[in-house]
């Protein structure tokens, strides 16, 4: 049986109490709508026109395109957006619910968002159905599914005066370049510079590749957090599962698995991931497979510290020894007693979890250790290489300034959570006096 509804309460208004509790739900929240947002903000689709007679949006027809959105990470990114788009319009509509139909419902806003939220979650899990996939359609033959590291060009079937007729008028993204638009010609070009062919501006210049600075920065958001969310899963879960193992199972695996653990806290983690992706098979597909399981393992030790300290803790408690006199299993006891107590440790190891993850993420992308093909939209870290050995100041401010960002946030929510379980106490966690006599 796992703690009571007061102790989650007390939880939630101890995090939000704090101000690094304040500052680090706030920060989360603007770099995921960063995340989610980047296409919107960066792309060569315009958000925007007409055509022919016909108001369309081409960027709103892509988001779901398996042909320009692969990954399936990018594809939850977008059906995220949507959803949280789709919100945002619904608020007149949702406000006029709350406060004529609806006036003494509580947790109405908490209720409308999860039910946005679960449907942006649906929306991605059938995007991953064959038959359901979306695949790029050519409204009006304007666009063909560009290759990564390719422009988008326009259709055949249509000659360029053919479509400056159609076209009335566009709005374009707020920076028009994707950040896989590659162009030798343009590499390396300093802030406030132009495109010496097409006199393109481009305010933070572009990388080695020629690629937009203000687009992969933007898109960096969505691959750094992509991985480091990701990475933190992995490690939550391998966490939890090895400190529950232990916990069941004790003796020689308890001793294993905590000398384990012992060693990757003290080893660096960048030596080892440095050493692991050294003689790991490394290519386009399964680069990024790699570096999410290298990673996850090596930031998985402190959450496995955590779980097998708290468990350690609580079996001492007067329910768990009432629980163990009426005979339940040791393994029943860690899975039903002790499993839940657990939540809010992993929760802020994850936190923890997910800084370590940028760090080393982004070392590893400086270093170029992973291969380009497997990162076509660019990344902090090889921004950062690229705009140091062009000795462009800006580009590298930025990218330094976002990784610190991300971190920050991460070390405040993984700190707030600490802080607020361990002022919560072990005894508003406890559950009721009997429930190791209705659930022996």
């Known amino acids: 049986m796992g703690p009571p509804t007061a102790y989650w309460q007390s939880i939630r208004q101890a995090v939000w109490r704090r101000a690094s509790g304040k500052l680090g739900l706030l920060g989360a929240a603007v770099l995921l709508a960063l995340a989610a947002a980047a296409p919107a903000l960066a ?4 958000l925007l026109r007409e055509d022919a007679g016909l108001l369309w949006s081409p960027l709103l027809v892509s988001l779901l395109d398996s042909h320009i959105y692969p990954r399936a990470l990018d594809r939850l990114f977008n059906c995220l957006l949507l959803a949280g788009g789709t919100f945002l319009l619904a608020l007149p509509v949702l406000g006029f619910v709350r406060t004529v139909l609806m006036p003494h419902v509580r947790e109405f806003w908490l209720a409308a968002s999860s039910f946005f939220l679960l449907a942006g979650v649906t929306l991605f899990l059938l995007s991953l159905l064959p038959f359901f996939a979306f695949h790029w359609s050519k409204p009006l033959g304007y666009y063909e ?10 259709a055949p079937e249509r000659t360029a005066t053919e479509l400056e007729a159609a076209e009335r008028w566009h709005v374009p993204a707020l ?3 994707d950040p896989h638009e590659h162009a030798p010609q343009r590499a390396n070009l300093a802030p406030l510079s132009h495109d010496p062919q097409s006199g393109t501006l481009y ?3 572009t990388d080695a590749r020629g690629a937009d600075n ?4 933007l898109h960096g958001f969505r691959s750094t957090l992509g991985v480091a969310l990701t990475v ?3 490690a939550a879960v391998l966490g939890l599962s090895l400190g529950l193992l232990a916990a069941a199972l004790g003796g020689v695996v308890d001793a294993l698995l905590t000398w384990m653990s012992e060693v990757l806290r003290l080893a660096p983690a960048v030596v080892l991931g440095l050493m692991i992706l050294a003689f790991a098979p490394l290519t386009a597909q399964s680069a990024n497979a790699w570096l999410i399981a290298t990673l996850g393992l090596l930031l998985s030790g402190p959450i496995y510290r955590y779980v097998r300290e708290e468990i350690s803790s609580e079996a001492q408690r007067d329910y768990m020894q009432a629980s163990r006199a009426l005979g339940s299993s040791r393994l029943r006891r860690v899975v039903v007693h002790l499993a839940p107590t657990t939540l809010v440790p992993v929760l802020s190891g994850a936190g923890y979890a997910v800084a370590g993850a940028v760090a080393v993420n982004v070392t ?3 270093f170029a250790v992973l291969p380009a093909s497997a990162m076509p939209h660019g990344s902090w870290g090889g921004m950062l290489r ?3 050995d062009a000795g462009h100041a800006a580009p590298a401010l930025l990218a330094g300034l976002a990784i610190a960002a991300v971190i920050l946030v991460a070390t405040l929510l993984g700190e707030a959570l600490h802080r607020a379980e361990r002022d919560a106490g072990p005894e508003r966690k406890r559950p009721s006096p009997l429930a190791g006599a209705r659930i022996p």
């Open 203 to 205: 305010p933070l210049g």
């Open 364 to 366: 590893l992308e400086f």
């Open 214 to 217: 203000a687009a992969v920065w």
């Open 43 to 46: 792309s060569s689709l315009p």
């Open 232 to 234: 933190a899963f992995v």
């Open 145 to 154: 599914p560009p290759a990564l590291g390719e422009a988008r060009t326009h």
């Open 386 to 388: 690229d705009a140091t």
């Open 175 to 177: 920076v028009p370049h």
